[in-house]
Structures are given as C-alpha cells and as structure tokens.
C-alpha cells in the first residue's frame, strides 16, 4: 500500500503469523502490547503505514509495509492488499526497531513459503490467546453469528413443512440440523418439537430475542482472500472482517 491508499470501508481481514503472535508472547508485557494492537487497528484507516519496506541484500521485502508501535519500540512487519475489494493485513513479523534483525526473520518467512492459511490466524484468536478485549479494539463479540444455513438446507427445511421460512433463515446451520432432527423424532411430523429444539441451541449462549434482533440486520458478507470464507459480522461493522470458524 502507497501512502494515502485506504482499505474498501476502512475494512480489512487481518492475520499473523504463529512466530508474530510467538513473539509477542514471549517478549511483550501486557500494556506493551495493548499498544501494539492499537497500532494495528490504526492500519485499517492508515494501511501505508509508516514506509514500504525495499530490495536489501539479505532482506529483500519489497511490496511489504511496516509501522512502529509502543514509542518506536517494536517494528510491524505486514503486508497489506486490497483483494478483489476486499482489504487484507497479513502481520508477517513483529520485533525491536534496534537492528535489522525482525526484517531478516520476515525475509526468512516470506521466501521459505511457510506463509500459509495453516500458519495464519486470525485476529479475533490472536486476541484471545494474548487475552485482549475486542470490545476495546471496536470488536464486538455479539455482532456476529456462527455459519448461516445453506440455502438448500433452509429449502428442504421449508419444503417439509418442518418451520416457516422466514423463522428458518434466522437459523444458523447447527440450529436447523438439531431442529429438523427433532421434528421427526418421534416418528412423526412434530414442528413444535422443531421450533423447541432450534430455540433451546439458540439460547444455549444468549436470549433468543437479542439473538434474532441482531440476525435481522444484514450481514457483510465480504469474501476473506485469506481465509476462503464470507465475513459473517454486521454490514458496515468496524474494522476487521471476521470468517466463521
């Protein structure tokens, strides 16, 4: 990214690599690294950065980016894209600004071909592991849902008369396969054994009402480059995308 460039909606899907987050375990207090992930959040309405990284003997890391954090501390090594409009941040290496040394391990990253969807996390895990608030970073846990039905199931569903359409596409995938499952339990049609089995997997981590108000509202949708998979957070949400698991 060039300076000035902006992400599509200041939106972004946002991996690091497992020595970047190995890294910040064991070098990184925790208010040192609160700082660390601001910095990061920066990049979804600044992806440039500070400068684009360039052909050095030993460290050739050219179209790569990087930014300081925590009083010019540490050194983010990333590289950003926009793919298929959809903003990326790859973070490959984080270390001391001091020396050469962090460039030299994301030249050794970028061309050993270890940079992959295997070896990539997402930023709402990487959180988790370091134990940081999304909340704090804009984040929020309740604005996304595991993955919807496929539309065939929500069919097949509807077709059967098990649940009404517009009630079976508030499901997501689980809560419509322990729904239809039910309905057939005890060897005949019951839609009220449905509707009971979907609403207890519904309430299983909140109120079925917060749950459904917020799955009317629609979804991003965006497809991750990295991850292969379609955002599943609120349109227009803050931030970073976020594939389901």
Not at 58 to 79: M, Q
Not at 100 to 110: G, N, Q, T
């Amino acid at each position: 990214m060039q300076p000035g460039d902006r992400f599509p909606d200041d939106q972004a899907e946002v991996v690091f690599t497992d020595e970047s987050i190995e890294w910040l375990i064991a070098n990184v207090n925790a208010s040192d690294r609160e700082e660390v992930f601001d910095t990061i959040v920066g990049l979804f309405v600044s992806p440039a950065g500070k400068h684009r990284l360039s052909k050095k003997p030993a460290t050739n890391l050219v179209g790569f980016n990087t930014v300081e954090a925590c009083r010019r501390d540490y050194r983010i090594i990333y590289r950003a894209k926009t793919q298929k409009d959809v903003g990326t941040v790859e973070i490959i290496t984080i270390g001391l600004r001091r020396d050469d040394e962090v460039c030299a391990e994301a030249h050794d990253l970028v061309h050993s071909g270890k940079l992959t969807p295997d070896e990539q996390t997402q930023i709402w895990d990487a959180l988790q592991i370091l134990g940081e608030t999304k909340g704090r970073l804009g984040l929020e846990e309740w604005d996304y849902v595991e993955e919807a039905a496929p539309e065939g199931l929500v069919k097949a569903a509807v077709a059967a008369d098990i649940l009404d359409e517009e009630f079976a596409r508030l499901l997501t995938k689980s809560e419509l396969t322990v729904a239809m499952e039910a309905a057939w339990a005890s060897g005949t049609l019951d839609r009220q054994a449905a509707m009971v089995a979907a609403m207890k997997r519904v309430a299983s981590s909140a109120t079925p009402e917060r749950v459904f108000a917020s799955r009317r509202d629609d979804r991003c949708g965006a497809l991750l480059p990295l991850a292969k998979k379609t955002c599943i957070r609120k349109k227009g949400h803050a931030g970073a995308h976020r594939g389901h698991r």
